[in-house]
């Protein structure tokens, strides 16, 4: 199965500051990584598909890039609301995997 | 506006089945593909397995041998059995709808049920 290493497990930014993210598989994904947003006690919830398209009503600071094996989630300028953990998620082989996520807090 | 809502025990005692039902509630269940995740207490997100609307099912390795899922077209819901439970499986179970656009990807999910296996 695919494995998808995200890094770093945690990032301590404050508002207003940038944020980017990263996401390596072990093997081409092509184009076929998403990326969720997870709060406390919430589900996830879609914010990337498919390496760079927001999904619906996902605010223009979040954007994805990247292909094959490495990718990146960049928020351009933190909100209150974006302090989350953050999963990257492969669709190119099944068995569909996550990876471990990266903690944005506040610091 | 579609919502996802899972049901089920709360509390399963170690080597018995597990049984979850997922309605899909301001939509149809066609034409989408639906999966079963779930994460462990602390722990990141694994993927279960999905069926399709019409009934063909695609399971996680790691679970196949105790995994059957199952859709009900005419109740708009569709259901997950795990047999031979562990303490390995009490984790937090969600539903989720693969996009049409990219089937493996989920971008309406359930709120999540805790699942808890002890005696």
């Known amino acids: 199965e695919i494995v998808l290493t995200q890094s770093p497990a945690t990032l301590s930014l404050s508002p207003g500051e940038r944020a980017t993210l990263s996401c390596r598989a072990s093997?081409?994904?092509?184009?076929?990584l998403a990326w969720y947003q997870q709060k406390l006690g919430q589900a996830p919830r879609l914010l990337i598909y498919?390496?760079?398209n927001r999904a619906t009503d996902i605010p223009a600071r979040f954007s994805g890039s990247g292909s094959e094996t490495e990718f990146t989630l960049t928020i351009s300028s933190l909100e209150p609301e974006d302090f989350a953990v953050y999963y990257c998620?492969?669709?190119?082989?099944?068995?569909?995997?996550f990876g471990g996520g990266t903690k944005v807090e506040i610091k | 506006q579609v919502q996802l809502q899972e049901s089920g025990p709360g509390l399963v005692k170690p080597s018995e089945t597990l049984s979850l039902t997922c309605t899909v509630s301001?939509?149809?269940?066609?034409?989408?593909?639906w999966s079963w995740l779930r994460q462990p207490p602390g722990k990141g997100l694994e993927w279960i397995g999905y069926?399709?609307?019409?009934?063909?099912?695609n399971y996680n390795p790691s679970l196949k041998s105790r995994l059957i899922m199952s859709v009900d077209t005419s109740r708009n819901h569709f259901s997950l059995e795990l047999t031979s439970l562990t303490a390995a499986d009490t984790a937090v179970y969600y539903c989720?709808?693969?996009?049409?656009?990219?089937?493996?990807?989920?971008?309406?999910w359930g709120q999540g049920t805790m699942v808890a296996v002890s005696s």
């Open positions: 498919d390496a760079s």
């Open positions: 301001g939509g149809s269940i066609s034409p989408y593909y």
């Open positions: 069926i399709y609307y019409r009934g063909n099912t």
């Open positions: 998620q492969q669709r190119s082989n099944w068995p569909l995997t």
């Open positions: 989720a709808r693969g996009m049409s656009v990219a089937r493996g990807t989920f971008d309406i």
């Open positions: 093997q081409s994904v092509s184009s076929y």
